[in-house]
């Protein structure tokens, strides 16, 4: 079948890192190439009807993954873990997680309290270290057929259209994400409106949060969205909506902040988001990372001086999975953050789509 194979090579890897999304695309680590599909016992073929890129894909090829984290990774492999299948013409998410029963391995303890996205195998067993889209010995989304176990695929609720139902995998991260901010506070602002943060403000408000939603966006067009997705107030910096709530105080050459936000979800996947966050979060404030930054730096004394709590979400249970799908139908406009759907020989473009970019892998 065909598929786009990732193979790392160090040379590119500190050439794409030296030079951002200035590197030549034609020279990034990816290319169209047939892959055999191999049959695997308790695993079931599903054709591939879109798979996104997600800015931890980005993050790969760039160069800017964490290096702490590459070790649960095998490759060369066939990225894509955002994925919408088809089974006998029906529609289905995909959960990529590749955790200890999808190993054959009896379930280490995070997996038997169900948590599965915390599995302590994740690089164990018969199967190379990695989940769907990360991992040498099953090919992820961007493919034109992935394996997996039938208790990972999701039907798709009637009448969810395929641009929004791609979502469920980031979704079902928000979903996390906004379970472990409980006990929600009477405000929330959201940093970043791209396809994390646009999703946690309409997840919250599908949610049933009725409380005070501000949302910080880079562009007039994510502005316009966040406004409809639920926000009451919109700021077009990080430092807008610092000053809008925090009172600045100045020692010498340095200044400091108090008052802000009680909750702060941080959606850029940036070094700087982060740091804005800490500061942005309020006395006793609780930030929630929904984004990916990696190695960075940042101030700390927040943790403490201010006793900010931090919660990160990555992967999913089951159920927060199963909850995201659930929720598709409610998040109506939610598909309005694709932007544009490439068959995989147009991958180049597709890196470099503003919006979310999807593949569809089978033309037919
Ligand atoms: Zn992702
Ligand atoms: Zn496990």
Redesign the pocket.
Known sequence: MKALLYTPSLPRFFAARALGKRFPKGLLPLRLVEVPLPERQGFVKVKVRLS?V????LALLYGKSPPSISPFFSFPAVLG??ILGEVEGSLVAVNPLLSCTDRGLPPCPRCQQGEEGLCQNVAEGPLAPGML?YNRDLPGGWGEWVLVRPERLYPIPEGVPEERAVLA??LA?VVRGLKKLKPWPDEILVLGMGTLGLSALKALRALGFSGKAYAVAKYPRQAERALVFGADRVYGSAKEALLERAKCYRYLLFEGYRGGYEAVIEASGSGAGFRQALTLAQEGGRVLLLG?PGVDWADLSPFWFKEVGLVGSYTYTHEEFAQAVGLLPELKGLEGLIGGIFPLEAWPKALSAKGKALFRPNVS
């Open positions: 996104g997600c800015g931890s894909d873990h955002e889209g995998e980031p991260v990916a």
